[in-house]
C-alpha cells in the first residue's frame, strides 16, 4: 500500500516553511486530496491563481515520487470545480486516472516534472463539451507527448 503525504507551500512567503497538509494510504486517496486541495485552495473564486501551491510525494528515500497539479491553467480547473459541485464524485474518477496514468508512463521514463500526467487530465478537460465526455474520456486518456 502508498503511504503519501500532501504537502503546502505558501508562495506568497517564500520563508514560510512547507508543511504537512496530510497523509495517508492509496495512491488514488492520495491524488484525490491533492486535486481536492488545488481546486479548494490553489485557485481562489474567481479562477485566479492563489499563493497556496500543493506537492503530493509517496514511496520515500530514492524511489521517492511526486505529483503536481499546474494552477497556472485556471480555466480548466475552475470548470473541473464547477463540474465537482454538480457531481462530487468525479474527483473519484479523475484521482482513479491520475493513478492509471503515473503507473502507465513513470516506469517507462527516467524524468518526470510530476505534473505531465494532471497535464493530461487538465487538456481532456479543456476539450470536453461537457462533463459526460470528459467522464467517459478518462479510462481511455494517454500522455499526449512522451516525456523521453
Keep these: ?13 517564500r520563508d514560510t516553511p512547507i508543511s504537512r497538509e496530510a497523509w495517508g494510504f492509496g495512491l488514488k486517496r ?6 481536492q486541495a ?11 491563481r492563489s499563493f497556496s501551491s500543493f506537492t503530493l510525494d509517496w514511496g520515500g528515500g530514492t524511489a521517492s515520487k511526486r505529483a503536481h497539479i499546474d494552477t497556472f491553467r485556471t480555466e480548466p480547473l475552475m470548470t473541473l470545480r464547477g463540474w465537482t459541485q454538480q457531481q462530487p464524485a468525479i474527483l473519484r474518477s479523475v484521482a482513479a486516472a491520475h493513478a492509471r496514468l503515473i503507473r502507465s508512463y513513470r516506469p517507462t521514463v527516467t524524468s518526470f516534472s510530476g ?6 487530465i487538465l487538456t481532456a478537460i479543456e476539450e470536453a463539451r461537457d462533463l459526460d465526455q470528459f467522464e467517459r474520456g478518462l479510462d481511455t486518456l494517454t500522455l499526449v507527448d512522451s516525456p523521453d
Excluded at 30 to 35: D, P, Q, S, T, Y
Excluded at 115 to 120: F, L
Design 38 to 48: 488545488n481546486l479548494s485552495e490553489g485557485i481562489d473564486e474567481t479562477g485566479a
Design 1 to 13: 500500500m502508498v503511504v503519501w503525504t500532501l504537502w503546502h507551500r505558501d508562495t506568497f512567503d
Design 115 to 120: 505534473q505531465e500526467e494532471s497535464s493530461a
Design 30 to 35: 492520495g491524488l484525490r486530496r491533492l486535486w
